[in-house]
DNA sequence: TTAATACATGAAAGTTTTTTCATACATTTG
DNA sequence: CAAATGTATGAAAAAACTTTCATGTATTAA
Protein backbone atom coordinates (compact mmCIF):
# COMPACT_ATOMS: atom_id res chain seq x y z
CA UNK A 1 0.00 0.00 0.00
CA UNK A 2 1.10 3.80 0.30
CA UNK A 3 1.70 3.96 -3.82
CA UNK A 4 1.91 7.57 -4.49
CA UNK A 5 -0.91 7.43 -7.71
CA UNK A 6 -0.78 10.83 -7.72
CA UNK A 7 1.28 12.15 -5.33
CA UNK A 8 -1.24 12.82 -2.35
CA UNK A 9 0.38 14.84 -0.03
CA UNK A 10 -0.73 12.88 2.63
CA UNK A 11 -2.89 9.37 3.71
CA UNK A 12 -5.62 11.33 4.95
CA UNK A 13 -8.02 10.48 2.42
CA UNK A 14 -7.77 14.38 0.85
CA UNK A 15 -5.42 13.61 -2.00
CA UNK A 16 -5.33 17.03 -4.60
CA UNK A 17 -8.03 17.00 -6.06
CA UNK A 18 -10.47 16.33 -2.98
CA UNK A 19 -8.96 19.01 -1.12
CA UNK A 20 -9.29 21.52 -3.95
CA UNK A 21 -12.92 20.58 -4.05
CA UNK A 22 -13.39 21.06 -0.64
CA UNK A 23 -11.18 24.35 -0.65
CA UNK A 24 -13.47 25.65 -3.20
CA UNK A 25 -16.79 24.72 -1.00
CA UNK A 26 -15.03 25.89 2.45
CA UNK A 27 -14.58 28.96 0.73
CA UNK A 28 -17.65 29.73 -0.82
CA UNK A 29 -19.19 28.73 2.18
CA UNK A 30 -16.80 30.09 5.08
CA UNK A 31 -19.21 33.36 6.15
CA UNK A 32 -22.00 33.47 8.59
CA UNK A 33 -24.09 34.98 6.64
CA UNK A 34 -23.78 32.04 3.41
CA UNK A 35 -23.73 28.91 6.32
CA UNK A 36 -26.88 30.34 7.78
CA UNK A 37 -28.45 30.63 4.22
CA UNK A 38 -27.07 26.92 2.83
CA UNK A 39 -28.62 26.18 6.37
CA UNK A 40 -32.05 27.57 5.71
CA UNK A 41 -31.92 25.73 2.51
CA UNK A 42 -30.78 22.72 3.31
CA UNK A 43 -33.82 22.74 5.93
CA UNK A 44 -36.32 24.08 3.64
CA UNK A 45 -35.74 22.79 -0.19
CA UNK A 46 -36.73 26.55 -1.64
CA UNK A 47 -37.02 29.98 0.50
CA UNK A 48 -37.92 33.26 -1.52
CA UNK A 49 -35.38 36.13 -1.11
CA UNK A 50 -37.22 37.95 1.34
CA UNK A 51 -38.53 34.85 3.37
CA UNK A 52 -34.83 34.70 3.82
CA UNK A 53 -33.86 37.65 4.66
CA UNK A 54 -36.23 37.65 7.28
CA UNK A 55 -35.53 34.25 8.84
CA UNK A 56 -31.44 35.63 8.70
CA UNK A 57 -33.00 38.46 11.21
CA UNK A 58 -33.52 41.10 8.95
CA UNK A 59 -30.67 41.10 6.25
CA UNK A 60 -30.46 43.59 4.10
CA UNK A 61 -31.98 43.07 0.60
CA UNK A 62 -29.39 44.10 -1.52
CA UNK A 63 -26.84 42.20 0.87
CA UNK A 64 -28.59 38.71 1.12
CA UNK A 65 -29.23 39.54 -2.85
CA UNK A 66 -25.36 39.23 -3.09
CA UNK A 67 -24.52 36.85 -1.07
CA UNK A 68 -26.66 34.65 -3.36
CA UNK A 69 -25.86 35.64 -6.47
CA UNK A 70 -22.77 34.32 -5.61
CA UNK A 71 -23.52 30.74 -4.02
CA UNK A 72 -25.62 30.56 -7.43
CA UNK A 73 -22.59 31.95 -9.56
CA UNK A 74 -20.35 29.32 -7.82
CA UNK A 75 -22.86 26.38 -8.96
CA UNK A 76 -24.06 26.14 -5.39
CA UNK A 77 -27.46 27.33 -5.15
CA UNK A 78 -30.30 27.60 -8.15
CA UNK A 79 -33.35 29.97 -8.55
CA UNK A 80 -36.56 30.01 -10.01
CA UNK A 81 -38.99 32.94 -10.24
CA UNK A 82 -42.63 32.42 -9.12
CA UNK A 83 -45.12 35.35 -9.51
CA UNK A 84 -43.05 38.67 -7.82
CA UNK A 85 -40.85 35.78 -5.58
CA UNK A 86 -37.68 34.48 -6.55
CA UNK A 87 -36.86 30.93 -5.00
CA UNK A 88 -33.21 29.67 -4.38
CA UNK A 89 -32.44 26.31 -3.65
CA UNK A 90 -29.60 24.36 -2.96
CA UNK A 91 -27.76 22.55 -5.95
CA UNK A 92 -24.61 21.10 -5.33
CA UNK A 93 -25.61 18.27 -2.65
CA UNK A 94 -22.05 17.87 -1.69
CA UNK A 95 -22.83 21.43 0.23
CA UNK A 96 -25.54 19.84 2.33
CA UNK A 97 -23.33 16.89 3.11
CA UNK A 98 -20.64 19.08 4.21
CA UNK A 99 -22.72 21.15 6.55
CA UNK A 100 -24.47 17.84 7.71
CA UNK A 101 -20.83 16.47 8.18
CA UNK A 102 -20.05 19.91 10.47
CA UNK A 103 -23.66 19.40 12.10
CA UNK A 104 -22.99 15.65 13.09
CA UNK A 105 -19.29 16.64 14.91
CA UNK A 106 -20.50 17.08 17.95
CA UNK A 107 -17.48 18.84 19.68
CA UNK A 108 -17.81 21.76 18.13
CA UNK B 1 -41.12 18.94 20.06
CA UNK B 2 -39.90 22.24 18.08
CA UNK B 3 -39.04 23.58 20.57
CA UNK B 4 -37.49 27.25 20.25
CA UNK B 5 -34.54 27.60 22.81
CA UNK B 6 -32.31 29.21 21.51
CA UNK B 7 -33.67 30.27 18.83
CA UNK B 8 -32.11 28.49 16.27
CA UNK B 9 -31.81 29.01 12.47
CA UNK B 10 -32.86 25.42 11.69
CA UNK B 11 -33.03 22.28 13.44
CA UNK B 12 -29.92 20.63 11.40
CA UNK B 13 -28.36 20.85 14.82
CA UNK B 14 -26.08 23.43 13.82
CA UNK B 15 -27.46 26.63 16.11
CA UNK B 16 -25.78 29.53 16.22
CA UNK B 17 -22.82 29.37 18.32
CA UNK B 18 -21.86 26.32 16.48
CA UNK B 19 -22.38 28.36 13.28
CA UNK B 20 -19.92 30.88 14.47
CA UNK B 21 -17.28 28.13 15.21
CA UNK B 22 -17.37 26.51 12.09
CA UNK B 23 -17.04 30.17 10.32
CA UNK B 24 -14.77 30.67 12.17
CA UNK B 25 -12.88 27.46 11.60
CA UNK B 26 -14.02 27.24 7.81
CA UNK B 27 -12.80 30.47 7.17
CA UNK B 28 -9.24 30.29 8.39
CA UNK B 29 -8.81 27.52 6.99
CA UNK B 30 -10.48 27.56 3.38
CA UNK B 31 -7.18 28.00 1.54
CA UNK B 32 -5.31 25.38 -0.33
CA UNK B 33 -2.14 26.19 1.71
CA UNK B 34 -3.27 25.68 4.77
CA UNK B 35 -5.63 22.95 4.13
CA UNK B 36 -2.49 21.02 2.85
CA UNK B 37 -0.57 22.36 6.01
CA UNK B 38 -3.48 20.90 8.38
CA UNK B 39 -3.51 17.93 6.53
CA UNK B 40 0.20 17.26 7.25
CA UNK B 41 0.08 18.51 10.77
CA UNK B 42 -2.72 15.91 10.84
CA UNK B 43 -0.61 13.57 9.76
CA UNK B 44 2.54 14.06 11.33
CA UNK B 45 1.87 15.68 14.87
CA UNK B 46 4.85 18.43 14.62
CA UNK B 47 6.97 19.04 11.64
CA UNK B 48 9.49 22.44 11.15
CA UNK B 49 8.83 24.90 9.22
CA UNK B 50 11.50 24.01 6.60
CA UNK B 51 10.07 20.59 6.59
CA UNK B 52 6.59 22.07 5.87
CA UNK B 53 7.84 24.32 2.84
CA UNK B 54 9.62 21.10 1.45
CA UNK B 55 6.48 19.09 1.48
CA UNK B 56 4.17 21.44 0.07
CA UNK B 57 6.39 21.40 -2.68
CA UNK B 58 9.03 24.50 -2.18
CA UNK B 59 6.84 26.81 -1.01
CA UNK B 60 7.98 30.28 -0.18
CA UNK B 61 9.50 30.34 3.54
CA UNK B 62 8.27 33.79 4.44
CA UNK B 63 4.74 33.06 3.12
CA UNK B 64 4.97 29.98 4.70
CA UNK B 65 5.93 31.49 7.74
CA UNK B 66 2.82 34.22 7.74
CA UNK B 67 0.66 31.21 6.91
CA UNK B 68 1.47 29.52 9.85
CA UNK B 69 1.50 32.75 11.89
CA UNK B 70 -2.09 33.74 10.68
CA UNK B 71 -3.56 30.34 11.93
CA UNK B 72 -1.85 30.09 15.32
CA UNK B 73 -2.83 33.37 16.17
CA UNK B 74 -6.05 32.03 15.32
CA UNK B 75 -5.88 29.32 17.84
CA UNK B 76 -5.49 26.62 15.33
CA UNK B 77 -1.66 25.98 15.72
CA UNK B 78 0.88 26.26 18.35
CA UNK B 79 4.57 25.75 17.76
CA UNK B 80 7.85 24.89 19.86
CA UNK B 81 11.43 25.87 19.65
CA UNK B 82 14.01 22.85 19.59
CA UNK B 83 17.54 24.40 17.86
CA UNK B 84 17.15 26.46 14.96
CA UNK B 85 14.11 24.61 14.09
CA UNK B 86 10.03 25.76 15.08
CA UNK B 87 8.06 23.04 15.19
CA UNK B 88 4.46 23.71 14.51
CA UNK B 89 1.39 21.19 15.62
CA UNK B 90 -2.29 21.31 14.96
CA UNK B 91 -3.66 22.53 18.45
CA UNK B 92 -7.24 23.20 17.74
CA UNK B 93 -8.20 19.42 18.14
CA UNK B 94 -11.35 20.10 15.97
CA UNK B 95 -9.88 20.89 13.00
CA UNK B 96 -8.35 17.45 12.47
CA UNK B 97 -12.22 16.45 13.24
CA UNK B 98 -13.25 19.17 10.13
CA UNK B 99 -11.21 17.64 7.95
CA UNK B 100 -11.42 14.31 9.15
CA UNK B 101 -14.86 14.89 8.62
CA UNK B 102 -14.96 16.43 4.79
CA UNK B 103 -12.28 13.26 4.07
CA UNK B 104 -15.00 10.88 4.85
CA UNK B 105 -17.47 12.22 2.81
CA UNK B 106 -16.83 10.04 -0.44
CA UNK B 107 -19.04 11.79 -2.47
CA UNK B 108 -16.61 14.36 -2.95
C1' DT C 1 33.39 36.31 17.00
C1' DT C 2 31.94 35.37 12.56
C1' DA C 3 29.34 32.83 9.50
C1' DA C 4 25.62 30.05 8.40
C1' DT C 5 21.09 28.17 9.06
C1' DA C 6 16.18 28.40 10.21
C1' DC C 7 12.53 31.42 10.95
C1' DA C 8 9.98 35.68 11.94
C1' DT C 9 8.40 40.09 10.75
C1' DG C 10 6.91 44.41 8.94
C1' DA C 11 5.73 47.24 5.24
C1' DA C 12 4.04 47.88 0.71
C1' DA C 13 1.76 46.07 -3.17
C1' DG C 14 -1.62 43.40 -5.15
C1' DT C 15 -5.93 41.05 -5.07
C1' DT C 16 -10.25 39.58 -3.60
C1' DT C 17 -14.39 40.16 -0.62
C1' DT C 18 -17.85 42.52 1.67
C1' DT C 19 -20.87 46.13 2.25
C1' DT C 20 -23.51 50.10 0.93
C1' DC C 21 -26.26 52.84 -1.99
C1' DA C 22 -28.84 54.17 -5.60
C1' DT C 23 -31.41 52.58 -9.16
C1' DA C 24 -33.30 49.42 -12.46
C1' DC C 25 -36.37 45.57 -13.74
C1' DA C 26 -40.30 42.28 -13.42
C1' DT C 27 -44.75 41.11 -11.79
C1' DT C 28 -48.97 41.93 -9.73
C1' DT C 29 -52.63 45.05 -8.21
C1' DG C 30 -55.68 48.94 -8.47
C1' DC D 1 -51.42 52.85 -17.00
C1' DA D 2 -49.67 53.94 -12.29
C1' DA D 3 -48.34 52.28 -7.97
C1' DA D 4 -46.59 48.86 -5.08
C1' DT D 5 -43.89 44.81 -4.10
C1' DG D 6 -39.94 41.74 -4.57
C1' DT D 7 -35.56 41.24 -6.28
C1' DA D 8 -31.33 42.26 -9.17
C1' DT D 9 -27.47 44.97 -10.27
C1' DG D 10 -23.66 48.00 -10.91
C1' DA D 11 -20.44 51.10 -9.08
C1' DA D 12 -17.82 52.80 -5.43
C1' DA D 13 -16.17 52.47 -0.95
C1' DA D 14 -14.41 49.72 2.70
C1' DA D 15 -12.31 45.96 4.56
C1' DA D 16 -9.88 41.75 4.57
C1' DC D 17 -6.63 38.72 2.64
C1' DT D 18 -2.42 37.20 -0.01
C1' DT D 19 2.03 37.72 -1.69
C1' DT D 20 6.52 39.71 -2.05
C1' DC D 21 10.65 41.69 -0.45
C1' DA D 22 13.95 43.22 2.50
C1' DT D 23 15.64 42.71 6.83
C1' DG D 24 15.85 41.17 11.65
C1' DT D 25 16.55 37.58 15.32
C1' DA D 26 17.84 33.18 17.55
C1' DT D 27 20.73 29.31 17.52
C1' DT D 28 24.41 26.45 16.24
C1' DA D 29 28.92 25.72 14.02
C1' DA D 30 33.62 27.33 12.87
Do not use: W
Request: with cysteine.
Amino acid sequence: MTASTAAPLVDMGLDIEKMEKVAFILKTTAHPTRIAIVQLLAAHDSLSVGNICERLGGAEQSLTSHHLATMKLKGLLSSSRSGKNIYYSLKMREVIDVIQCLANCTFL
